[in-house]
DNA sequence: CAGTGGATGCTCT
DNA sequence: GAGCATCCACTGT
């Protein structure tokens, strides 16, 4: 007889299935890496329809692991300065993503302040940018596996509301509504 | 608050 | 050589 536990990380299989299903489904996950993060309340999709996505074109070096299985880490250089951290869904081929846009920094705040050089919580980890530099994300983590070391991803503790709004910073297909948001949260990077 | 411009490096044409 | 899935500092109300 086997005992029953909630799982305690999202499994591979819940990032193969289509980016519009969890995208959504992210908001109020908590994303931990080496044991700092929180609750996710920003993410973005990206299709393989999309005109906005690095894989749009096709298979390039830099979008490589975008091409690869769900459940991997995309990870790329923004502006030449910035990290940006993306979670990769569907099956191999279908080269599609989440961005991670914000968390509300709950595990490892110490860390973060340090790395992020403010003290201001809602400066630590609204815009994918800050929260790359506040969890210590680097061109690194690109390709690893979410589920496992140094990533760890958990399920909602509990319901959560989600809002959907147009993506941020975009010159292409600005009028798709993939950007996903806990409701109310002040940690979201933006209002628009 | 809103708007602007600079930093900075890599990717792809 | 152009164009970024960004952030920050600085300006002016």
Excluded at 62 to 70: L, P, Q, V, Y
Excluded at 89 to 100: R, T
Excluded at 123 to 142: E, F, H, K, N, V
Aim: include cysteine; glycine fraction near 8%.
């Amino acid at each position: 007889m086997s005992v029953r536990t909630a799982p305690a990380q999202l499994r591979r299989d819940f990032f193969a299935r289509s980016v519009h299903d969890v995208a959504p489904a992210l908001i109020g996950c908590t994303l931990l890496v080496n044991g700092v993060g929180g609750p996710i309340v920003e993410v973005e999709a990206y299709d393989p329809t999309d005109p906005a996505s690095h894989a749009f074109r096709g298979p390039t070096p830099r979008n490589r692991a975008m091409f690869g299985s769900a459940g991997h880490a995309y990870v790329y250089r923004s502006y030449g300065i910035h990290w940006c951290l993306n979670l990769v869904c569907d099956a191999a081929g279908h080269a599609s993503a989440v961005l991670v846009r914000a968390l509300q920094p709950t595990h490892g705040r110490e860390e973060m302040v340090k790395r992020r050089s403010t003290s201001q919580q809602r400066l630590l980890c609204s815009g994918p940018g800050r929260l790359c530099q506040a969890l210590a994300i680097t061109g690194a983590y690109d390709g690893l596996a979410l589920d496992a070391p140094p990533f760890e991803l958990l399920p909602r503790a509990e319901p959560v509301e989600v809002a959907t709004s147009r993506r941020i910073g975009l010159t292409k297909a600005v009028d798709r509504e993939w950007r996903y948001t806990a409701a109310g949260s002040r940690f979201v990077s933006r209002t628009r």
